[in-house]
């Protein structure tokens, strides 16, 4: 390694500088699944990836199974490897389909795959303070828009205002109390 702004370069493990450990292991509910069959997978062509490399610089013929069982999962897996790898393979649900067929996983929904980060303890209550901090604005937000349905139906309904009062007296527009009540509001005369 070298650092910027430094003449001497010296040697690191990958896992102390560009690392992060079990970061595609593998979760799901009730089911007997091996954590590590991602990093499996990759480990088994990332072992003779020098290899195929030396192998491909030299220019001589390559080994049909080399460049198959090495060289096209490394290139595939850098169109998947990376910190939104876990996003993404939540929300295509082709790719969320085919990887519980492949860990014969009958439910795709119950498998997930979770990062097995270390962190110290400052972090940890960080961002645990933060999630909570999000669940607990989701609730009062959920409270907020029954209490403001709530209060539209009183307002037009029972008070007989028009959506566009109901509307002034809840700052919303008079569309969003439309929703709120799930009628159509009257065309303008």
Same mark, same amino acid.
């Given at each position: ?14 896992? =102390? ?15 007997? /699944? ?43 897996? /850098? ?6 790898? =876990? ?13 519980? /067929? ?14 097995? /980060?270390? !962190? ?26 029954? !209490? ?21 007296? !809840?700052? !919303? ?17």
């Amino acid at each position: 390694m070298l650092r910027r702004g430094q003449s001497e370069s010296f040697s690191a493990k990958a896992a =102390n500088v560009g690392c992060i450990s079990d970061f595609y292991a593998l979760q799901a509910t009730g089911h007997d /699944l091996n954590p590590g069959q991602v990093d499996d997978v990759w480990a088994g062509y990332e072992g003779r990836l020098a290899q195929a490399i030396e192998w491909l610089v030299s220019g001589e013929p390559i080994d049909a199974r080399l460049w198959l069982r090495v060289l096209v999962p490394f290139v595939a897996g /850098l169109f998947v490897r990376g910190p939104d790898f =876990n996003q993404r393979f939540k929300a295509d649900t082709n790719v969320r389909d085919a990887r519980a /067929l492949w860990l014969e996983v009958p439910d795709p929904d119950a498998l997930r795959i979770v990062p097995n /980060l270390q !962190l110290d303890a400052i972090a940890i209550e960080a961002v645990s303070h933060a999630n909570q901090a999000r669940v607990e604005l989701a609730e009062v937000q959920a409270r907020a828009n029954q !209490l403001t349905t709530d209060a539209a139906r009183i307002l037009v309904d029972k008070l007989n205002l028009s959506l566009r009062d109901a509307a002034f007296l !809840l700052n !919303l527009s008079h569309q969003r109390v439309a929703q709120l009540l799930d009628r159509p509001r009257r065309p303008p005369n």
